[in-house]
């Protein structure tokens, strides 16, 4: 799913979540054993498809949306659904339109959603189901329960997989103190910072079809993902291979980019963010530049992280530099020299009695 598909489907869901007064009136027209075709938002694009029915302009309630999907055609909302703008519509998408549906009703909606960028909404009579159109993307609207319990157990996913990256994070530090370092080790925390920010990810969608009913995962979900992003922005920043056109960005996105099947395999993920020079060797040795634990040392200013590794180079020879070495790097000054040095000390230390015990 591409980014923009899936922030339209977020946005679209978020219309619908419990508790709204969209979700409201499709809950009364679900109870009342009724269909309906409901298109979100009444810009130019969407009136170029509007056939028949007829202009309301009139302030959206769920009571109203109710009774108008007792007609046969769609009902056109406002974008916010604020405002119910046309009812009764024959909608005319274009027929040429791939889709994978075959009732009427959930072809036409899936074709809109397509062809012009609104959500669109197909309440299933038969089914008694409701389906959420953006984009290419198809959503089916489940009961709060099951919605609820679904998230619980990616929940439970989320901190078996936390526990692991803290794991192989925890074995790299201790690594990278001891000069140790071999691309297997990088690639396996990236591996699972990825694994863990595309649970994460899912979860997200979760939380916003749940709407206010998903306030306790949202709760959990913070607590498990803080600094989860800084980690991996810290950790390729520290290895990767920079180059005319290649920067921190681009590999974060590559990685971000990764398919699932390509995510599994180590050697693939390394190619992906140029870890090295030439074909991934996993058991090459590595050294950190030293952003990642330079970062651990509190009220260490970023700008201050970078002139310390542009004066070093990487982080052996910063952990073998003394105070005065230190301070003779720009911005750092001799307290600041030995907060680093104290502070890089107490991280050496604790890495490796975390590691070894």
Request: proline residues 4%; hydrophobic residues 45%.
């Amino acid at each position: 799913m591409s980014g923009a598909d899936r922030e339209g489907l977020l946005q679209a869901l978020a219309l619908l979540s419990p508790g709204t007064p969209l979700r409201d009136g499709l809950d009364r027209v679900l109870q009342a054993g009724m269909g309906a075709l409901i298109v979100v938002g009444d810009g130019p694009s969407v009136l170029n498809i509007c056939s028949g029915g007829f202009l309301l302009d009139a302030a959206y309630s769920p009571q109203r949306l109710s009774e108008l999907s007792k007609m046969d055609g769609a009902i056109v909302l406002a974008a916010g659904a604020t405002r119910i703008a046309r009812a009764n519509v024959h909608l005319v998408p274009n027929p040429n339109v791939a889709t994978t549906e075959t009732g009427t009703r959930h072809r036409t909606a899936e074709r809109v959603a397509r062809s012009i960028n609104v959500p669109v909404i197909s309440v299933s009579q038969r089914m008694n189901v409701i389906s959420v159109y953006a984009g290419d993307q198809k959503h089916q609207i489940d009961p709060v329960p099951r919605v609820i319990a679904r998230a619980n157990q990616a929940v439970q996913t989320l901190e078996r997989y936390k526990d692991r990256l803290d794991e192989v994070s925890v074995a790299l530090s201790a690594l990278e103190v001891e000069d140790l370092v071999t691309m297997r080790d990088v690639v396996t925390v990236l591996q699972r910072n990825e694994m863990v920010a595309r649970i994460a990810a899912e979860i997200e969608g979760y939380i916003v079809e749940l709407g206010d009913d998903g306030r306790l995962v949202r709760l959990q979900l913070d607590e498990l993902m803080g600094g989860i992003a800084d980690e991996r922005r810290l950790v390729v920043r520290d290895y990767f291979h920079e180059g005319a056109t290649w920067h921190l960005a681009e590999a974060l996105a590559a990685l971000a980019k990764l398919p699932a099947d390509d995510l599994v395999d180590l050697r693939r993920v390394a190619s992906a963010i140029h870890l090295g020079e030439g074909p991934p060797d996993l058991d090459l040795s590595l050294s950190p530049r030293g952003y990642r634990l330079l970062a651990r040392i509190p009220r260490l200013p970023d700008v201050v992280i970078d002139s310390i590794v542009s004066q070093f180079g990487d982080l052996q020879k910063i952990l073998r530099a003394n105070i005065a070495d230190l301070d003779d790097v720009s911005g750092v000054g001799k307290l600041r020299a030995r907060a680093v040095k104290d502070g890089l000390s107490r991280l050496a230390e604790a890495s490796i009695l975390d590691r070894y015990s």
